[in-house]
Antibody, heavy 128, light 111 residues
Framework: EVQLVQSGAEVKKPGESLKISCEGS????????IGWVRQMPGKGLELMGIIYPGDSDTRYSPSFQGQVTISADKSISTAYLQWNSLKASDTAMYYC?????????????????????WGQGTLVTVSS | QSALTQPASVSGSPGQSITISCTGTSSDVGGYNYVSWYQQHPGKAPKLMIY???NRPSGVSNRFSGSKSGNTASLTISGLLAEDEADYYC???????????FGGGTKLTVL
C-alpha cells in the first residue's frame, strides 16, 4: 500500500526555524514526484511546490518561492518542508501529496493529473 | 480569492442528487482534462474522489461522477448518504507557474 506518513504537530515562535517531514512507503520513492499543500485555518488548499526525489528537481508555486525550501533524502524515502524564519501567517495544516499523471515536455510540466495519496497532515502553529 | 470558483455550500436530503460546480478559465479547467475532486471530512486529510474530469479511483463509490463543459467542471453525487457530508474541493492543472489551482471548497450538508 502506498503511504505518506508525516511528522507530528509543531508549536513554534515567530522567527524560529522548522523542518517537517514526509516519509513515503509502498512504492519506489525516487520515481514519483512529491508535493506540499497548505491549508490555513478554515481555508482552502494551495499547492506550495513539488520535488522529484530522483534528481531533486524542485518547482515552487510563485506565492511560496523564497518563503520555504522543499527537499528530499532519497536514501530514507523522505521529503521535507523547511522554513528559516517562521511568521504567524505560517500557521496552517501542511499536507504532503503524491502528484500523479505529471507530463513533462523538454523540462516543462505540461500536466498534473491528481494528488493521491495524501499524508495525514502536520499542524504548524506559530505564536508568540 | 481562489483561482477556481465553487459555491460555498450546497445541501440535499438523503437519497437525492446534488451537483457542485467549479468554474475556471481556458488556462485551467477549460484548457485541460486535468480536473480532480477531493472530499475532506473535518479534521481529516483530503481524499481523491474524481480525477481527469470523470475517472473514479478504485474504491470510490459510483454514486460520485464528474463532467466538464467549457470552463466549468461539475461533481454529481447521487443517492446522498449522511456520510457524504463533507467539504469538496475541485482542482485543475493550470498553464501558469502555479501548476495546480484549487477551488475555495463547497460544504455539503445532508439534511
Amino acid at each position: 500500500e502506498v503511504q505518506l506518513v508525516q511528522s507530528g504537530a509543531e508549536v513554534k515562535k515567530p522567527g524560529e526555524s522548522l523542518k517537517i517531514s514526509c516519509e513515503g512507503s509502498g512504492y519506489r520513492f525516487t520515481t514519483y514526484w512529491i508535493g506540499w499543500v497548505r491549508q490555513m485555518p478554515g481555508k482552502g488548499l494551495e499547492l506550495m511546490g513539488i520535488i522529484y526525489p530522483g534528481d531533486s528537481d524542485t518547482r515552487y508555486s510563485p506565492s511560496f518561492q523564497g518563503q520555504v525550501t522543499i527537499s528530499a533524502d532519497k536514501s530514507i524515502s523522505t521529503a521535507y518542508l523547511q522554513w528559516n524564519s517562521l511568521k504567524a501567517s505560517d500557521t496552517a495544516m501542511y499536507y504532503c501529496v503524491t502528484p500523479l499523471g505529471i507530463t513533462l515536455i523538454r523540462g516543462v510540466i505540461t500536466g498534473v493529473g491528481r494528488f493521491d495519496p495524501w499524508g495525514q497532515g502536520t499542524l504548524v502553529t506559530v505564536s508568540s | 480569492q481562489s483561482a477556481l470558483t465553487q459555491p460555498a455550500s450546497v445541501s440535499g436530503s438523503p437519497g437525492q442528487s446534488i451537483t457542485i460546480s467549479c468554474t475556471g478559465t481556458s488556462s485551467d479547467v477549460g484548457g485541460y482534462n486535468y480536473v480532480s475532486w477531493y472530499q475532506q471530512h473535518p479534521g481529516k486529510a483530503p481524499k481523491l474522489m474524481i480525477y481527469e474530469v470523470s475517472n473514479r479511483p478504485s474504491g470510490v463509490s459510483n454514486r460520485f461522477s464528474g463532467s466538464k463543459s467549457g470552463n466549468t467542471a461539475s461533481l454529481t453525487i447521487s443517492g446522498l448518504l449522511a456520510e457524504d457530508e463533507a467539504d469538496y474541493y475541485c482542482s485543475s492543472y493550470t498553464s501558469s507557474s502555479t501548476l495546480v489551482v484549487f477551488g475555495g471548497g463547497t460544504k455539503l450538508t445532508v439534511l
